[in-house]
T-cell receptor, first 113, second 117 residues
Framework: GNSVTQMEGPVTLSEEAFLTINCTYTATGYPSLFWYVQYPGEGLQLLLKATKADDKGSNKGFEATYRKETTSFHLEKGSVQVSDSAVYFCALSRGGGADGLTFGKGTHLIIQP | EAGVAQSPRYKIIEKRQSVAFWCNPISGHATLYWYQQILGQGPKLLIQ????????DSQLPKDRFSAERLKGVDSTLKIQPAKLEDSAVYLC???????????????FGEGSRLTVL
């Protein structure tokens, strides 16, 4: 079946550091890929998405590229801020009528000033 | 635009009791989802509705969980009887229909936290 594997957290970085959160997936067919974020005290919200191989999703300075050859969708940001502290979830949608998301376990990111 | 509304925010019950959660999706969203999020894990899909029909309930423990979406708007998720392992946050989400090209773009409520003692 479909699954998503993320790097374990927490990940602790200093402000302005470079961020990478690894995400790999297993799926049949051609899934769409997503990163969702949960800020402290808030609900899950979509950060970015990519719907086909080699697509790059981007938002708020974050980027992720859909790599079919390595079944990966790593999240990157060039310079993190304290306000980026949150839990990040990688997810896939297998498409078709039943397109509910399959989520990874989440990676807790802590940015220190 | 109002977001996805859920209630109650918190519920504490004893095992073998029953509980119900309510969700009101964003107006105009045809698709509604219920997810279960156990502490330290990612959300797990329980059931997906398209309007008032069930699209996917393959991971719903049907011996104790039930859900309905009357009139294609509000939805209720019920657990009866509850077990200790049902302690989790129950998330409701909604999205536009797949034909909108926005598949997978879910809007989540703040969740209902259930503790089973």
């Amino acid at each position: 079946g479909n699954s998503v594997t993320q790097m374990e957290g927490p990940v602790t970085l200093s402000e302005e550091a470079f961020l990478t959160i690894n995400c790999t997936y297993t799926a049949t067919g051609y899934p769409s890929l997503f990163w969702y974020v949960q800020y402290p005290g808030e609900g899950l919200q979509l950060l970015l998405k990519a719907t086909k191989a080699d697509d790059k999703g981007s938002n708020k300075g974050f980027e992720a590229t859909y790599r079919k050859e390595t079944t990966s969708f790593h999240l990157e940001k060039g310079s993190v801020q304290v306000s980026d502290s949150a839990v990040y979830f990688c997810a896939l949608s297998r498409g078709g009528g039943a397109d509910g998301l399959t989520f990874g376990k989440g990676t807790h990111l802590i940015i220190q000033p | 635009e109002a977001g996805v509304a859920q209630s109650p925010r918190y519920k504490i019950i004893e095992k073998r009791q029953s509980v119900a959660f309510w969700c009101n999706p964003i107006s105009g969203h045809a698709t509604l989802y219920w997810y279960q999020q156990i502490l330290g894990q990612g959300p797990k899909l329980l059931i997906q509705f398209q309007n008032n029909g069930v699209v996917d309930d393959s991971q719903l423990p049907k011996d104790r969980f039930s859900a309905e979406r009357l009139k294609g708007v509000d939805s209720t998720l019920k657990i009866q009887p509850a077990k200790l392992e049902d302690s989790a946050v129950y998330l409701c989400a909604s999205s536009l229909a797949r034909t909108s090209g926005r598949a997978g773009e879910l809007f989540f409520g703040e969740g209902s936290r259930l503790t089973v003692l």
